[in-house]
């Protein structure tokens, strides 16, 4: 999820659940050690629960970024061990890493050594030619071993020579009975499910037997489904709307904007809102075409979303502008 899961898209994410543990977009070692950490790191309060993703093979630097983000207020430090991208293959840490259990498990030994808060990890059911009944449970043993509690598995594995990234996400074939193996095998660690989740049914029907599931591309899509995260899996009582988020998200949207932060760089985030429903192409235009424009504010979020209400789609959406002129 580079580039996708930044401050303002979890921001965004979080009006629509007060309880999903959100995840950054991954951030290496080396860049939170020398580069603009305010930029890769900062956030909102409202974020919380938030953890920090990071990619990287070397323990001290590692140990080093992990104090880094516990210090910024990160509740929790993922090792990512999953990404397949030319980037990751070429500083040998992502996916490849699920070659070099050994390297993974004293990469998390000295992560938990240098914080207080939950180091977890991240990663595929193998790669290549790996068996992944050997080379994921040996990755897990290995951490476990450490003391690591808590694994997301992306339930494939990663062809890191013949496959795009994107193919990566898409053609080698799901595994779910494997994850469920392995939380047979290990009923003591929490074990999440990630991989082909395209929806909350789909999220709840899987996750049965196993300790929580992560959405990643099926959120950030179709954001809206994220409304029934707490009414499906933490007993709230009513999902939460569209039409109620895009409220939430306001002030947070004009603090930005106060700022100098670009219209853009929030409304991004948002283009696959109302998909399915009338007036979503209007929607998605108008934030595309006119967010992008230099002064641009909250009034063009406001005709984006009068398109989706006058298509008959929604609840009435409170015209701001009329509300400042009054």
């Not at 070692?29 to 974020?47: K, Q, S, Y």
């Not at 853009?264 to 006119?290: N, S, W």
Request: a negative charge; one cysteine or more.
């Amino acid at each position: 999820m580079m580039d996708w899961t930044d401050r303002h898209c979890r921001a965004f994410h979080r009006t629509f659940s007060a309880h999903a543990l959100l995840y950054s977009e991954m951030v290496t070692a080396l860049a939170v050690l020398h580069g603009d950490r305010d930029r890769l790191l900062g956030f909102d309060g409202a974020e919380h629960p938030v953890a920090l993703q990071l990619g990287g093979a070397e323990p001290l630097q590692l140990a080093q970024a992990a104090r880094i983000g516990a210090e910024f207020g990160y509740d929790e430090i993922n090792l990512n061990v999953g990404c397949p991208s030319d980037r990751v293959q070429s500083g040998r840490f992502g996916a490849c890493l699920m070659r070099e259990p050994h390297l993974v498990a004293d990469c998390v030994a000295a992560m938990q050594a240098a914080v207080l808060v939950p180091v977890t990890v991240k990663c595929r059911l193998g790669v290549d030619d790996q068996d992944p009944e050997e080379s994921l449970f040996n990755l897990v043993e290995a951490c476990a071993q450490v003391g690591v509690q808590t694994f997301v598995v992306h339930a494939r594995k990663a062809w890191l020579k013949g496959l795009s990234p994107r193919e990566n996400r898409d053609v080698p074939p799901l595994d779910y009975g494997l994850v469920r193996q392995l939380k047979a095998a290990q009923p003591h660690l929490a074990i999440h499910l990630n991989g082909g989740l395209e929806d909350l049914e789909a999220a709840k029907h899987h996750s049965v037997g196993l300790d929580g599931v992560m959405l990643g591309r099926a959120a950030y899509h179709r954001p809206e489904c994220l409304g029934a995260v707490d009414a499906t899996f933490f007993g709230a009582a009513e999902p939460v709307t569209a039409e109620a988020a895009l409220e939430r998200y306001r002030p947070y949207m004009a603090a930005q904007l106060a700022d100098g932060t670009p219209l853009a760089a929030m409304t991004r985030h948002m283009l696959g809102l109302f998909q399915g429903r009338r007036g979503a192409r209007a929607f998605r235009r108008i934030l595309t075409v006119e967010a992008v424009k230099p002064g641009a504010g909250l009034e063009v979020l406001d005709r984006a979303v009068a398109e989706v209400e006058s298509a008959g789609s929604g609840a009435p959406f409170r015209d701001h502008a009329a509300e400042a002129v009054a």
